[in-house]
């Protein structure tokens, strides 16, 4: 009898224990004031003296003029002048990497159209520009595949038909069906090696490109922002290239 009561007594000591603590939890806690963060919020005079200098830096280097445009770069369209520009730099970068590297040659380059995030209106190209086109840090990989295993390529397209821009490419579709699909103007060989540059996005899978799993991803390491920062430098005067890569017929 004498145990039942001091066990008794021990779980009253432990409820009022718990008791205790959460009620003083509970009147630990103090209602804090929200602050908005909108134009009526006051800059601290310290901090914005202490960031000028480097703000000031990266305004000048971010507002350098790297080429110009007598037209308008948009992304609408299948065959839209900025995918297809963007398209054929992927191309021609990733070919003088696996040129240097591997002693290949790519065939093709794919990209997103997801990926560029806005347009370069007509005028001088600025850095902050590209930024602006390809806020990510994707990188340029090239995947090795079959000419066999290239026909789920050309049936997402068919597909999706949507105008993920092409290089080196011609895909024809008639309602959801391939009708013609060439790489550098020649038919598929089944049997043959190709190598594709696209984005490390891509080549895992991204946008439901399942069809590169059954391929080989080659890294370069090089990242397609600065790929397109150093194409667009060379280039003082962008050639826009409106030729037909993807024709979706009958595409709703």
Known sequence: MKNKFLLIGIALATLTACKTASTLQIADVKTQKNISINNELKNDEEIAKFIEPYKQKLDKEMNQKISHTNVDLTKQGDNSNLGNLLADYTFEGGNEWIKTHLKQNVDAALINIGGI??????????????????????????????????????????????????????????????????INGKTVDPA???????????????????????????????????????????TPEVVVNSDVRLNFIGKK
Not at 141 to 150: Q, S, Y
Not at 206 to 211: E, L, T, V, W
């Open 192 to 234: 043959k090696d190709y190598y594709i540059a696209t984005s490390d996005y891509l080549a895992l899978g991204g946008d439901n490109m399942k069809f590169f799993a059954k391929g080989e991803s080659i890294s370069t390491g090089i990242k397609m922002r600065d790929l397109f920062i150093d194409y667009f430098k060379k």
């Open 117 to 182: 995030r806005t347009t370069i209106g007509k005028g001088d190209i600025l850095l902050k520009n590209v930024f602006e086109v390809m806020p990510f840090e994707n990188e340029v990989v090239i995947v090795k595949m079959k000419g066999a295993d290239l026909q789920g390529l050309f049936e997402y397209y068919a597909k999706t038909q949507v105008n993920n821009p092409v290089s080196h490419l011609y895909i024809e579709t008639n309602n959801g069906q391939v009708i013609k699909s060439l």
